[in-house]
């Protein structure tokens, strides 16, 4: 099955800073989601971002297809922005509906 | 709108006893899945009903049952817990295919 790979896969920042995090997948994906899983284990989506580049606030994102990776960044980071971040693909010739996701980057951002 | 709802929230098995997870969605969306989630690792799936009327199986099928009951419903059953199956559930749904899933808030399940 597909592979994704994210890193870092842990992330101490102090507030105000700005951080990247990667997504990286082994096949064509023709759905790719990240998520926010706060310290309360909600899953927040942020991003459905298959392809191109999205901007919502502080955050934004750019998913490469064709290189095969997608990168969410967190500027002006904020103790709230904690949590666990997961990004989710579905491949291209699954038939959908099977997100398969990584294993997470888990960032604290301190006073 | 409430979105994905799941219940319960929380809840203690002792092995072998039996159970329902219950999920309810108000978006009229066509798919739903059922995911679980184990500590310091992602989700993954367990079951899912890409339309009202069909079920697959996912990564993770044994030991669970699932039923469609309608189009705004998706139950998984435990028949016979284990302590394997302790876990966190998430329910989720989207209009299908290659679309956006939304989560419930999750259902965490301890099998003793």
């Known amino acids: 099955g597909i592979q994704v790979e994210q890193s870092p896969p842990d992330l101490i920042l102090q507030e105000g800073a700005n951080s990247t995090l990667r997504c990286n997948f082994s096949d064509s994906v023709n759905n790719l989601q990240w998520f926010h899983q706060n310290p309360w284990g909600q899953l927040i989506n942020l991003f459905y971002?298959?392809?191109g580049t999205k901007q919502n606030g502080r955050l934004s994102a750019t998913t490469v297809a064709t290189e095969r990776y997608s990168l969410l960044y967190i500027s002006s980071s904020q103790t709230t922005d904690s949590g666990v971040y997961f990004c989710?693909?579905?491949?291209?010739?699954?038939?959908?509906?099977?997100?398969?996701f990584g294993t997470g980057t888990q960032l604290k951002v301190e006073l | 709108n409430a979105g994905v709802t799941q219940t319960p929230k929380f809840q203690v098995l002792k092995t072998g006893q039996s159970m329902t997870l219950q999920c309810a969605q108000d978006?009229?969306?066509?798919?739903m899945y059922w995911y679980r989630q184990d500590p310091g690792m992602g989700l993954r799936l367990i079951y899912y009903s890409a339309s009202e009327g069909t079920t697959d199986k996912g990564e993770v099928p044994n030991g669970y049952n699932v039923s469609r009951l309608n189009k705004r419903e998706f139950s998984l059953r435990l028949e016979s817990a284990a302590p394997s199956q302790t876990s966190v559930y998430f329910c989720?749904?989207?209009?299908?295919?290659?679309?956006?899933?939304?989560f419930g808030q999750g259902t965490r399940l301890t099998v003793v």
């Open positions: 978006m009229n969306h066509n798919s």
């Open positions: 971002i298959p392809s």
């Open positions: 989720a749904s989207s209009l299908g295919g290659y679309t956006e899933a939304f």
């Open positions: 989710a693909v579905d491949i291209l010739t699954g038939g959908g509906n099977k997100l398969t």
